[in-house]
């Protein structure tokens, strides 16, 4: 397996070619992608106040979807880490104004991962306030969709060239697609070296 040719396609898409290879192993691949390549997310949420109109199981599930940034020195991170986020969002009780959190509020204690930036959390208006601390740990798309890097992982046969398959994954912002490649292909063998 190989990546001979990598083409960036945008910031969260990529493509990537497995040269001398069988249909059996780019599947192999594509599902080692989508359920065995350790990320973070969001599990537990403990809130102070929340007196916005959100419920706080409603929330606790948008914070466990916001993909989170992991720098590529981490790529190898420990499975053992855990990240933990703040939220304190007041608004005094005479303030007209509603006010949109977004997830780049959410104030991490890893200088190396932090929240995607542009996700709408909620909306809270004068008097309102979320006060919270969320922990963030790894996990698998085995455990978890939420854990899962990517939203899309295909593959295809070269016409052109027998035994290349073209692979296609999008993230979801946090991991980047080389960290998605790089991982999955360790995973890949090491599996093949202890069967």
């Known amino acids: 397996m190989d990546n ?8 969260y898409r990529s493509t990537f070619r497995l040269s001398n290879s069988t249909e059996s192993k780019a599947n192999e691949f594509r599902r080692t992608i989508l359920q065995s390549v350790p990320t973070l997310a969001i599990d537990t949420v403990t809130y102070f106040t929340n ?9 606790a599930h948008r914070l466990g979807l916001i993909p989170l940034k992991i720098n590529e020195k981490k790529t190898r991170f420990d499975t053992n880490l855990i990240v933990n986020f703040t939220l304190d969002c007041t608004l005094p009780p005479d303030s007209e104004e509603v006010h949109e959190i ?22 809270i208006k004068g008097g309102q306030s979320v006060k919270l601390q969320a922990k963030a740990v790894v996990g698998t798309g085995k455990d978890h969709a939420k854990w899962s890097p990517v939203c899309k992982a295909v593959f295809e046969e070269d016409p052109k060239n027998p035994n290349v398959f073209v692979v296609t994954i999008k993230t979801i912002g946090g991991l980047t697609p080389k960290q998605v490649f790089k991982s999955a292909v360790s995973i890949v063998r090491n599996q093949r070296n202890t069967s």
């Open 4 to 11: 001979k040719s990598t083409t960036l396609l945008d910031r």
């Open 51 to 59: 007196t916005s109109i959100l419920p706080p199981d409603y929330l």
């Open 102 to 123: 977004y997830s780049d509020q959410l104030i991490s204690d890893d200088d190396g991962v932090s929240a995607r930036p542009d996700i709408l959390l909620l909306k």
